[in-house]
């Protein structure tokens, strides 16, 4: 399996202007995770999905932000606006079952100027 | 809501010295615990993985260690090298009581020197 791929790798877009990011998961893989990876916050989660439903998204920072997984190979989280202070490197991970670990992407670096 | 502790922040060590990483959580009710490792700039890359039931894990030069009810685990690197430098990541992955996701830690920067 080639792993989590995301898209793009970096991202540079203008304040106010609409980002969407992209994942696809290991196959096979029930979870996926959306997290956000900034200097001074950490890894944060933001979103989690269980069998392409969402689960968890009291992380999601604001309105702003929204997630979707229409089937099981793919997933996108979209930023609309976007802001400066929403750059960071944002990766995603898929895992088969609660037993197993996760397995991140390579992540997309998100610049908004 | 789980917390995820990692202590040192920063640790700078001669090559060939043997090293410990330190995790800490508040809630013991967790699937698994993972160490991961990430080189600037990269994303993470997952060294070993610790179930509930465990008491350690074992990949080479690394040893990780698991005490659930005290709420900890070290990240044990033997003989170190500089290419072992980078920042090593705890996380731990709540129960089903505990949100079924995985909470990490602020990391370790590990530097070895030459």
């Known amino acids: 399996d080639a792993g989590v791929i995301q898209s793009p790798r970096h991202e540079v877009t203008e304040m106010g202007q609409e980002v969407t990011l992209r994942c696809k998961p290991i196959?096979?893989?029930?979870?996926l995770f959306w997290y956000r990876q900034t200097m001074m916050r950490g890894l944060e989660l933001l979103i989690y999905f269980n069998n392409n439903v969402p689960i968890d998204d009291s992380g999601m920072p604001e309105d702003r932000f929204s997630a979707k997984m229409p089937n099981a190979s793919f997933s996108t989280l979209k930023i609309q606006p976007s802001e400066p202070r929403d750059s960071a490197v944002y990766f995603c991970a898929s895992s088969p079952t609660t037993r197993y670990g996760y397995t991140f992407g390579s992540g997309t670096r998100l610049t908004v100027v | 809501k789980q917390e995820v502790t990692q202590i040192p922040a920063a640790l700078s060590v001669p090559e060939g010295e043997n090293l410990v990483l330190n995790c800490s959580f508040t809630d013991s009710a967790i699937y698994n615990l993972q160490w991961f490792r990430q080189d600037p700039g990269k994303g993470l890359t997952s060294l070993l993985l610790?179930?509930?039931?465990?008491r350690e894990q074992t990949s080479g030069r690394l040893n990780a260690s698991l005490d659930k009810s005290s709420g900890r685990s070290t990240l044990y690197i033997a003989a170190s090298q500089p290419g072992d430098s980078a920042t090593y990541l705890c996380a731990v992955r709540g129960s089903m009581y505990n949100n079924n996701d995985m909470r990490f830690g602020a990391g370790t920067r590990l530097t070895v020197k030459p």
């Open positions: 610790i179930q509930s039931s465990q």
């Open positions: 196959s096979g893989h029930d979870y």
